[in-house]
């Protein structure tokens, strides 16, 4: 099957990070060159963004051509849409679903999911139906075929925002959750059930930040999950930097679902 792997990213809209935090500087590169670097380290056939269409966007399109990233634009309010565009003019059989807010996303989790998928045959895999990784190691695995059917009978708000969300709540397909390492979540217990390495937040920046200049202060290496895990269990007081976000993120979710 056709594997592409589509990265989901925006310069418009966001206010938690307060500017366009895809575009902010980790070490000398962007975080969306990090996200896109790490993802083409997996086993996909291409690596598309799939960015808004409009002008404000344009800067995160300029950024992209010039690191050589295939990208497909679409509508800013209907993520849903905006997949299946990138699905379509990718020719995808298989879809990698990533957000550009997660600079760690790792290779090694994206191809264990589509060793699952292959095994099982299912039409969803994810490592976030129950999760046991970090916050900012999500990845998603479907089929361009359930995608598509989404965009056509996803009618909700949120179902267009979020695009996975019909297909992860219909009861016809198939959907299995991949499960971090047993020894992981043994060994590792605080980082796995505390660690936040996703970017929402200038607190969220400084964590990942400090991350890269400690483990590749050259930025000429692949960094594993392995090794930022290693150094939040051997460094738990980094962890506190944006210990907090996770409860501001969960109010502010539950404010916009009371709205």
Request: with cysteine; aromatic share 6%.
């Amino acid at each position: 099957m056709r594997t592409v792997a589509i990265i989901q990213a925006r310069c418009s809209g966001g206010t938690r990070f307060g500017g366009p935090k895809v575009l902010a500087m980790l070490g000398k590169k962007t975080v969306v060159q990090r996200v896109v670097e790490r993802v083409r380290e997996a086993k996909v056939d291409e690596v598309v963004c799939a960015i808004p269409d409009t002008p404000e966007n344009d800067p995160l399109a300029t950024h992209l051509l010039d690191g050589d990233c295939a990208m497909v634009r679409g509508p800013e309010d209907d993520v849903l849409a905006r997949y299946a565009l990138a699905a379509s003019h990718s020719r995808a059989e298989l879809i990698v679903r990533v957000t550009a807010d997660c600079p760690l996303v790792d290779a090694g989790i994206i191809n264990g999911l589509l060793k699952l998928q292959d095994e099982w045959g299912a039409e969803y895999v994810s490592n976030n139906l129950e999760r046991s990784f970090p916050h900012g190691l999500d990845a998603e695995v479907f089929t361009a075929e359930a995608l598509l059917e989404a965009n056509v009978k996803e009618t909700r708000p949120e179902g267009r925002e979020h695009p996975t969300i019909w297909i992860r709540e219909n009861l016809a397909y198939q959907r299995v959750n991949m499960d971090a390492p047993t020894a992981a979540r043994a060994s590792l217990k605080k980082v796995m059930e505390k660690a936040r390495l996703t970017l929402d937040y200038k607190e969220d920046f400084l964590l990942l930040n400090a991350i890269f200049a400690m483990l590749d202060p050259l930025d000429d290496r692949y960094v594993t999950v392995a090794e930022v895990l290693g150094l939040l269990e051997s460094r738990p007081i980094m962890m506190k930097v944006n210990a907090h976000c996770a409860q501001r993120w969960n109010a502010e979710q539950r404010k916009l679902a009371l709205a």
